[in-house]
């Protein structure tokens, strides 16, 4: 990584708006539908989210190549989400419903709500990989 800001702001940016909003998605849903699971795909998914960063600011990659790249592991992320949710459906819509009550709305819990995100990053990974970019 070099050592400009640029590099640090896309560093910080990514931990805080990539692997934060996962990480929180996954314990949630675990406590939720007190499944293990959920936390369990947050680290992996976590995980790879930040080795992804670290790797394409490592090679300098270019910003809507890294940013294309990320969304197509967000998709990826929510498409195994999605069949968590449907796996445990019952208990995640139960739990929800008692923990958060005035909140609920069958969406949450919906496995193709976790899809159709999926769908859509995908959607954006490609058209930010078809993009040209210029330095």
Not at 41 to 64: F, H, M, T
Not at 106 to 122: D, E, K, N
């Amino acid at each position: 990584m070099s050592t400009g800001g640029s590099s640090g702001l896309a560093w910080y940016g990514g931990v805080f708006g990539g692997l934060l909003p996962i990480l929180l998605l996954g314990f949630i849903y675990s406590a939720v539908a007190d499944r293990t699971v959920f936390a369990l795909w947050a680290l992996v998914a976590g995980a790879v989210w930040v080795a992804v960063l670290r790797q394409g600011l490592v090679l300098d990659w270019r910003p809507l190549r890294l940013l294309a790249t990320l969304a197509l592991v967000l998709a990826a992320g929510l498409a195994v989400f999605g069949v968590l949710e449907w796996q445990h459906h019952e208990i995640l819509d139960l739990g929800f419903r008692a923990v958060f009550p005035a909140l609920y709305h069958p969406i949450f819990t919906a496995p193709r709500t976790s899809l159709i995100l999926a769908g859509a990053f995908v959607l954006l990974g490609g058209i930010l990989f078809m993009r040209r970019e210029t330095r």
